[in-house]
């Protein structure tokens, strides 16, 4: 990575990813002792990782908008579906998220359909979703993070949090306003995260993502500079 001002977004990026990432290894392993301690597990016995829950959402204050625990199905005894989440508004308490998880409902949220629950299941690794305008809870662009709970082998579920798009940006700004020229952080699909130009906001697509790019396995996101026309490795 020869621009050094790429490199210091490269690395604030990384950063900030590792800290949401690290913030929320206490709540999977509470939802896999919980499981230890009790295979038969119930949604009030899930409930004893609420202290971790509420500490994520201290340590991540000003950052995360939400966090929690979503149970794959067949886990719990007492319920087919569980969501565990838990938002944080700015000056308040916590406050539970409670949707909709009847299958025969209008309103069902089948959350088993989301790619930040669906590609933890499947790869077993943390993923990261977004930007996207997050309708069933901030009704504003999101990132969510998400790392699986697995016990040997059985997939419990997984942890995870929303980032407010304009918050991860923000974070950004100060390495971000240093850069000579035009620099966006893309997604995978070339959808704009974080950008030093107004005219880019998150969700937007950037064609010129798609060219010359090399993608990161954790997170596939690009730092895409104009000037040079080409995208690196965020590492």
């Known amino acids: 990575m020869s621009d050094p001002h790429v490199a210091q977004v490269a690395e604030r990026v990384q950063a900030i990813v590792e800290d949401v990432f690290r913030a929320l290894e206490e709540i999977r392993s509470g939802m896999e002792a919980c499981y230890r301690s009790c295979p038969s597990l119930t949604s009030a016995d899930l409930a004893r990782v609420r202290p971790q829950i509420f500490d994520c959402l201290r340590r991540l204050r000003g950052v995360a908008a939400g966090t929690g625990m979503i ?17 944080a508004p700015p000056e308040d308490d ?43 809870g901030t009704d504003t662009y999101v990132l969510t993070f998400t790392t699986p709970a697995q016990v040997d082998g059985r997939f419990l579920g ?16 100060g390495v971000l306003a240093a850069c000579p020229t035009q620099v966006t952080l893309v997604n995978a699909e ?19 993502a798609g060219a010359a790019a090399e993608r990161l396995p ?12 080409r995208a690196v490795k965020l590492a």
């Open 71 to 87: 149970v794959a199905p067949g886990v719990l005894a007492d319920r087919p579906r569980w969501l565990d989440w838990w938002q």
């Open 94 to 136: 916590p406050i539970f998220l409670d949707v909709d998880l009847d299958p025969d409902s209008l309103d069902f949220y089948d959350y088993t359909a989301a790619e930040w629950f669906s590609v933890p299941q499947r790869t077993r690794c943390r993923h990261v979703v977004g930007p996207y305008v997050d309708y069933g």
């Open 158 to 173: 997984v942890v995870g949090a929303d980032v407010r798009a304009a918050r991860f940006e923000a974070l950004l700004l």
């Open 190 to 208: 070339g959808r704009v995260v974080a950008a030093n130009t107004p005219r880019l906001p998150a969700g937007a697509l950037l064609p010129e």
């Open 218 to 229: 954790d997170p596939p996101w690009r730092i895409v500079s104009t000037a040079r026309e």
